[in-house]
């Protein structure tokens, strides 16, 4: 009985390390894409001042995807315990508290991005349905894969909450605010 316990113990700890990574791969894909929009940003600003010509949808551009790169690394900054919380408190608290910290926090996770996730589903459908986009005449910039990461990676970050929350009570809260939860 006890191989079956660490077994599944074994695999829940594989589930988590697997999430980690696999959000680790939105984490890099948003970091290039952020550099894209900075390169964008420069030309844009080096056309206006040199050619006075701004690049055509850059506005446009920067609005609908820097919301979108920036919900790509939701999950991870979750996962590696990269969101705000109050150290002093925390740091200052013995293990039962930090436990009881780290369970309101996941849960918390949990219900503010699961209800991100499933008020996003609906806006999501119609602009995938209907097409949607943004901008005029030379640059249309459609909306919904925008849509798209909003609901998948807050869906996937009130898991990353859920997998801390069942870490935190597997192994305990860590030590220290700075600590990512293994």
Aim: with cysteine; hydrophobic share 55%.
């Amino acid at each position: 009985m006890s191989g079956d316990i660490a077994a599944s113990g074994g695999a829940v700890d594989a589930a988590h390390r697997g999430l980690e990574s696999f959000t680790r791969l939105f984490h890099i894909v948003s970091v290039f894409g952020l550099l894209a929009i900075a390169l964008l940003v420069c030309a844009d600003v080096l056309s206006r001042g040199l050619f006075n010509q701004p690049v055509p949808g850059t506005a446009e551009m920067v609005a609908n995807t820097l919301v979108g790169l920036v919900f790509l690394q939701l999950p991870f900054a979750v996962l590696s315990n990269g969101m705000i919380r109050a150290t002093v408190v925390y740091d200052a608290a013995n293990d039962r508290g930090r436990l009881a910290i780290e369970t309101v926090t996941c849960l918390l996770g949990i219900g503010i991005c699961g209800a991100i996730a499933y008020g996003g589903w609906g806006p999501m459908l119609e602009a995938i349905e209907i097409g949607a986009y943004e901008g005029e005449g030379a640059l249309r910039v459609p909306v919904w894969p925008v849509r798209i990461i909003l609901v998948t990676m807050s869906a996937l970050a009130a898991l990353a909450y859920f997998a801390m929350l069942i870490n935190a009570w597997r192994h305990g809260a860590p030590k220290d605010s700075s600590a990512a939860v293994e």
